[in-house]
């Protein structure tokens, strides 16, 4: 379904009233979605409005804003299976009495390298927004991260696909991406400086411990 034509004026109401800052952001978003209604995420839930209504272009703005705040490193919430201990003892030789620990630390490993994805595209936000690249926070848009418009490229819209690895792309993603203009980025392939990466994951996280512990 297209979205309407004042959809840009009703992107710019919604995110007036969540926060005013990301506005300008927003509004390029919808402009993309306007010229490429394909491109629109469908939102889960069962009531969920349906894409090109007031309400999707509202509820994707507190998304978008929403997916922008910080987020903490959180371990799964599953419980590791049982047999993972019998393999780390019977075949790794990891002490009975330091099993508990050892699947602790597997568990925060894992919360972390789930973090790794978010963390890389904050830190490309705050290296190509000042240079009008718009992150598409909220994964609002299908298999892109962000968008360049026409104004800004000297040409026609640009959208990039950011992956962590050059083998982390899924068949679904790469389907989406088929026969369509966006190109690909991979941090193992890029002359992404990995001391500002990590310069800027250190303060990041930093960050938060700072605000947990206030």
Not at 6 to 24: D, R, T, Y
Not at 81 to 101: C, G, T
Not at 131 to 158: N, Q, Y
Request: aromatic letters at 8%.
């Amino acid at each position: 379904m297209p979205l309407p034509l004042n959809a840009p004026f009703i992107a710019h109401q919604a995110m007036g009233e969540i926060n005013p800052n990301l506005a300008s952001q927003y509004v390029t978003v919808i402009e993309f979605l306007s010229h490429y209604p394909e491109a629109a995420s469908a939102m889960r839930g069962k009531n969920s409005p349906s894409i090109g209504s007031v309400e999707y272009i509202e509820r994707q703005a507190e998304a978008f804003a929403l997916a922008r705040n910080p987020r903490a490193p959180q371990a799964p919430a599953t419980i590791p299976d049982a047999m993972v201990s019998v393999i780390l003892h019977a075949y790794f030789d990891i002490p009975i009495q330091q099993l508990e620990y050892a699947k602790h630390v597997h568990q925060l490993a894992m919360g972390a390298e789930n973090l790794v994805g978010d963390l890389l595209e904050r830190y490309l936000a705050s290296v190509l927004e000042p240079h009008g690249w718009i992150w598409c926070s909220g994964a609002i848009v299908k298999a892109v991260d962000f968008i360049l418009p026409p104004s800004t490229s000297g040409g026609s819209w640009r959208m990039l696909q950011v992956k962590n690895r050059d083998n982390s792309e899924n068949s679904s993603s790469s389907a989406i991406r088929a026969g369509t203009e966006i190109e690909k980025w991979h941090r193992t392939f890029s002359k992404l400086s990995e001391e500002n990466f990590e310069r800027f994951v250190r303060t990041y996280l930093h960050a938060i411990r700072q605000q947990q512990q206030s």
